[in-house]
């Protein structure tokens, strides 16, 4: 619908380019919100997904080799009936489709900039009219979101993993579950104060319209969205997959 209303010049974009002449106008530092609207770059945006890819890759590689090695006596026992070993998980996948979903980004939003055609603010008079939707906002929503989905689900793992050795003898620490959670919650609320300071700030700098910015999030949303159902497809399941791995392997007294 968006799409429909600034292509077809609706009310909505009447409304939208008012909105941002307010904004623009308003008290926000400058200072502030260019910094926020620098963080939609692709030249900061990258290095940031990239070092959490390694981290997710590091960390998954991990944890498939501690679940071998604590399940791996009772894995085998359980392979010896059923013949068949512990669920393959590829680790590897989670980080290299969050690689692939930010590379989409660029062969999504210049088709659609150029298609739309849509001028700037007056504070962007004279550049070409392709800025729907916003490639710095949709930079910045895959970039961190797929970045926070991988912290989730890298935790998940370790988790998963610890669990595996909470099944053991000794009982677990009083602190193994209190990471994840303070992780997630940082996380839930980082990321989209985050995206939503980079989409005011670009608003508030003339650099897109209000709508520019919807849009672009609009599209993270489509590629989150396609992260997460190909992890869940075809990596076994992510932090599911560890969990059921170490639970085939802890037996029936595991977590």
């Keep these: 619908m968006l ?10 974009r009447i409304l939208d380019e008012r909105l941002g002449r307010a ?46 090695s604590m399940a791996g006596v009772k894995g085998m026992e359980g392979s010896a009936g059923t013949g068949r070993g512990p669920a393959p998980v590829r680790w590897w996948l989670p980080p290299l ?9 660029p062969a999504l939003v210049v088709p659609l900039k150029l298609w739309i055609a849509r ?24 970039a961190y979101g797929v970045a926070g989905l991988l912290l989730l689900r890298g935790r998940r793992g370790t988790r998963a ?24 919650t940082v996380v839930t609320v980082l990321v989209p104060l985050l995206n939503a300071g980079v989409g005011i700030s670009l608003v508030r700098r003339g650099y897109h319209w209000p ?6 999030w609009c599209l ?26 170490a639970s085939d392997g802890a037996g029936p007294d595991g977590p």
Excluded at 119 to 138: I, L, N, T
């Design 3 to 12: 799409t429909w209303q600034v292509a077809g010049h609706g009310p909505l």
């Design 23 to 68: 904004v623009a106008a308003g008290s926000l530092p400058a200072g502030l919100a260019e910094f926020f609207a620098d963080l939609g770059n692709t030249a900061v945006a990258l290095p940031v997904l990239s070092v959490v890819m390694v981290w997710a890759g590091w960390t998954g590689w991990l944890g498939r080799r501690g679940v071998r």
């Design 97 to 105: 489709a969050a690689g692939l979903a930010l590379a989409a980004v």
């Design 119 to 142: 001028p700037g603010p007056p504070e962007m008079a004279g550049a070409a009219p392709a800025f729907y939707p916003s490639g710095h906002g949709a930079t910045a929503a895959v």
């Design 161 to 184: 993993v610890e669990g595996v050795a909470a099944a053991r003898p000794r009982p677990p620490a009083a602190t193994s579950t209190a990471t994840p959670s303070v992780t997630a």
């Design 211 to 216: 709508l520019d910015v919807l849009g672009s």
């Design 220 to 245: 993270a949303g489509v590629l989150l969205a396609g992260w997460c159902a190909v992890c869940d497809r075809w990596d076994g399941g992510g932090g599911r997959a560890v969990r059921r791995e």
